[in-house]
């Protein structure tokens, strides 16, 4: 389990620079995924190793800009349940009228946050920050968050250390493979998560002590070991109000990063929505393994299901590794297949290969189609070896790897995922460059 950090403050302070900061390490790592665009509001950052949530509540002070409620009410909410919540402000313009409801409305909510001020780029420090005192913040944090200045020492000084924060992640005392049930509300996650425990055969185990976040049900089918991930909340929902709040951003990215496998369901109905696409992107980038689920196939006609078809084959097409499975939670259909998928995906993600066998394909990629060359010198790659599982980590050492265009990155990772008959997971590749 991550920390989640919520940066919240008036739009222009910075909020999206210093989101930008937070998640670029991890971006490096990550090939690009053309066809999709990333939520910038959710990111995933990474300090020394500490893996960190970052949302950007830009919606909180949104009222003015229109929009929509449902958005604001996602941003406050995210601000309750984030573990570290930054209250950004401009060094510049000094104390704003908007600054001064916002730190009353984050006192109201009870919410502890830290005071950061940026922009503090060719300012006296002292001068900027005794402004902002009458804020009444206990702590305080000086940045300039487009010169990437103070961002580190303040990651630093917030995020536990490691041995802390092995105190914290509990998701690995979970048994078995760890399926995690996300999308929209209202897509039939809960219908989903009742369906998959209801199925002949499976044996659900005693619930062990919950989290604070997702529901974890561990549970047997045919002899293997699982963990349902359930975002949703179906076995804790007592009343009608929990059902109306029951979807969480916090929650769903939170069990993304737990599992090994995410089935990210879709309501055929619907269609394909840009909040699919941002969770998708969330699955990526978090390097899970992906199982989509086209829920609510049941009574569409023929015409209907030919469009969502379509849609999903145009649209998705760059995710072509990633089994799709049209399904009816509510009747059950196509439910049991899916546990194929989920297994070759766990398979995937945590296979094992040796590095002799990796560098073999390094090199028979490179034969057949030559990296470019840069400042008149060809791009060395030289061998490769496993960094890591879960996603499926591939580090390549080589020279001025740093040139590398994104279109041999995804070459080299579709070369890797046809030798290894990768399923379902996407590959992450990290370079090291002797030079
Ligand atoms: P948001 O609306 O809160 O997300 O703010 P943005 O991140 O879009 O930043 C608003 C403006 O402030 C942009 O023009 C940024 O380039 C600028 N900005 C952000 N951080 C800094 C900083 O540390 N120093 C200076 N001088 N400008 C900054
Ligand atoms: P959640 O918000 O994602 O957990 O969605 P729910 O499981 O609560 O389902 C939302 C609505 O869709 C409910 O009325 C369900 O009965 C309905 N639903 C869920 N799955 C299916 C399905 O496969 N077919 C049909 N026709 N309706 C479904």
Redesign the pocket.
């Known amino acids: 389990m991550n920390l989640v950090i919520a940066l919240v403050?008036r739009?222009?302070?910075?909020?999206?620079?210093l989101f930008n900061q937070m998640t670029r390490s991890r971006d490096a790592l990550v090939a690009d995924f053309p066809g999709l665009t990333r939520d910038r509001k959710y990111g995933e950052g990474n300090y020394e190793n500490q893996r960190f949530i970052v949302i950007d509540t830009?919606g909180l002070m949104g009222d003015e800009l229109g929009l929509d409620a449902a958005m604001a009410k996602q941003s406050l909410q995210a601000v309750e349940e984030a573990d570290i919540v930054l209250f950004?402000v401009d060094g510049r313009a000094g104390v704003m009228p908007g600054d001064q409801v916002l730190a009353d409305q984050l006192r109201r909510s009870g919410t502890q946050a830290h005071l950061v001020i940026?922009?503090t780029?060719g300012q006296d420090p002292n001068l900027v920050a005794s402004d902002f005192y009458a804020l009444g913040f206990q702590s305080q944090f000086r940045i300039?968050?487009?010169?990437n200045r103070g961002v580190r020492s303040m990651l630093e000084i917030l995020l536990p250390t490691p041995e802390e924060d092995a105190d914290i992640d509990g998701a690995h005392n979970h048994p078995g493979i760890r399926i995690g049930i996300v999308g929209r509300p209202n897509v039939g996650k809960s219908t989903l998560v009742n369906r998959m425990l209801g199925e002949e055969r499976v044996v659900v185990y005693d619930l062990p002590g919950t989290t604070r976040d997702s529901i974890y049900i561990p549970y047997e089918r045919l002899g293997q070991e699982y963990t349902l991930i359930d975002t949703a909340g179906v076995r804790r929902r007592k009343n009608v109000r929990e059902v109306v709040e029951k979807f969480s951003i916090i929650k769903t990215l939170q069990a993304i990063d737990d599992a090994h496998v995410v089935i990210l369901v879709i309501d055929a109905r619907e269609g394909l929505v840009d909040q699919d696409m941002h969770l998708m992107g969330f699955v990526l980038s978090a390097g899970r393994s992906l199982v989509i689920a086209i829920n609510k196939w049941d009574g569409m006609n023929g015409e209907d299901r030919d469009k969502v078809k379509e849609q999903i084959r145009r649209r998705l097409d760059f995710l072509d590794y990633a089994d799709k499975h049209y399904i009816s939670a509510l009747h059950g259909s196509g439910v049991g297949v899916m546990y194929q998928s989920v297994n070759a995906c766990y398979e995937s993600a945590m296979a094992k290969w040796p590095t002799n066998r990796l560098t073999t394909i390094l090199e028979d990629a490179i034969a057949q189609h030559q990296p470019p060359m840069v400042h008149g010198r060809r791009i060395k790659l030289r061998y490769a070896h496993q960094g890591g599982s879960n996603p499926p980590t591939v580090v390549v050492h080589g020279n001025q790897t740093d040139s590398l265009p994104g279109a041999y990155k995804r070459y080299l990772e579709n070369s890797f995922r046809k030798v290894l008959a990768v399923t379902g997971t996407p590959i992450r590749f990290e370079f090291r460059s002797s030079e």
């Not at 739009?11 to 620079?17: A, D, W």
């Open positions: 403050g739009p222009n302070v910075g909020k999206s620079t830009g950004i940026n922009k780029d300039a968050a487009s010169h």
